[in-house]
């Protein structure tokens, strides 16, 4: 194995027990697909879609309809473009698609109907192993189905680009990079099991990150993490958003995504309700995708959205005022207030 330390790299070469055991994992969550047709396509879209071939544009789809075996209805005419460098927040409620189109942009479900379409090309055109080099998922609630260590985990993310079942030195140093990188170098030959929900997630978008997809998709990434992992995993990905990576989360905190996210689509009963950026996350949407009443606060940086008990009427938007250091308080004497403790609601 390789660890990355701050000055230099350790080589501790990999045995050939370890390259058969790393070949013969089967990473489910790398694209392994099922079998049967892909989503239909016409000549027609395809001429529609002529001038999306480019880069900035990393998906685009159009029509997309879905339905389960089962004959439930998951998704109905989703139509969008996502543009490199987004940072993409699924939002709605629980059943209404949002883990269904996570699935789909990965290529894991073939919708009945629509075009798909990643950076320029039909997603059914993509052979399993480049789809692999363009977008990374990380499916609600991951685990590996191998005890492994962490390292040999990260280094599953280079999958894609491993021929003959032994990793090259470019791989190993890839993944030697990211593990110090996410600050995983001290825990690099842990077993995966020992980690905490945190320590997890990091190693599993450690692994994505050792693909080095033009995408990322993740599903509901801040699960179960307190707020402190939550927010160190959510910067983690703005970051790579800055490198022109895209990053699509469907995600169920809605201060966390407005926080983080500088686009949204807003899903409800498998429909887009709403799409854009944070001028969509207004009282009258969120209220009637989510069914509850809410007051949005607005303190001039960032939307706070906080659920409503009583029936009386609210305003859509409650401006903060922050208290200037010299302004009295309810008529007492002028007093040094700090800023970021005190404010009023107009």
Known sequence: MVIAKKDKIIDNPINSHENNKLNNRVDDNLKMKSNGDYIKSSNNLNKKYKNVNNFNIKISLKDIKFT????????????????????????????????????????????????????????????????????????QNSVSIFPTTVFDTVLLGRKPYIEWGSPTKKDIKITSEILYKLGLEEIAMRNITELSGGQLQKVLIARTLAQQPDIILLDEPTSNLDINHQLEVLNLLRQETKKNITVIIAIHDLNLAIKFCNKFIILNNG???????????????????????VKIINDGTDLFIIPMISNENEEDVITLDIISYDEKINGNTKEKIEKEDIFTVQ
């Open 271 to 293: 429909k887009i309700e709403a799409i854009g950026g944070k001028e969509v996350i207004s009282k009258s949407i969120i209220e009637k995708v989510f069914k509850v009443r």
């Open 68 to 139: 389960y075996r089962n004959g439930i209805h998951a998704l109905d005419d989703i139509t969008f473009n996502v543009e490199a460098g987004d940072f993409i927040g699924i939002i709605g409620p629980n059943g209404t698609g949002k883990s269904t189109l996570l699935r789909i942009l990965d290529g894991i479900l073939k919708p009945q109907v629509g075009t798909i379409l990643i950076q320029g090309k039909e997603l059914n055109k993509y052979k399993l192993n480049d789809l692999a080099k363009v977008i990374g998922y990380i499916p």
